[in-house]
């Protein structure tokens, strides 16, 4: 992860619609906004073999707990 990425920016680009994919835990999730402090966590492509929830619903508390163990974050813009 680039260390000029800050999780600031990262709560900003949720709020302006972004859907965030990124790997945690060597899984692949994509995270969105819902509502406000609202977040869908979905599993995209699961690497490991422990069992993970394919969806759930995290506040922004959660999502900044995890930042920093974030890898390969990418986003794109839903339309």
Aim: hydrophobic residues 30%; glycine residues 2%; proline residues 4%.
């Amino acid at each position: 992860m680039d260390k000029t990425y800050t999780f600031t920016q990262f709560s900003e680009d949720l709020d302006n619609g972004y859907k965030v994919l990124y790997d945690y835990v060597r899984n692949r999730y994509v995270v969105y906004k819902v509502n406000d402090n609202c977040y869908m966590c979905e599993l995209v492509e699961q690497k490991s073999r422990n069992p993970v929830p394919a969806k759930s619903m995290v506040t922004l508390k959660a999502i900044k707990q995890m930042f920093p163990y974030m890898k390969d974050i990418e986003y794109k813009q839903e339309v």
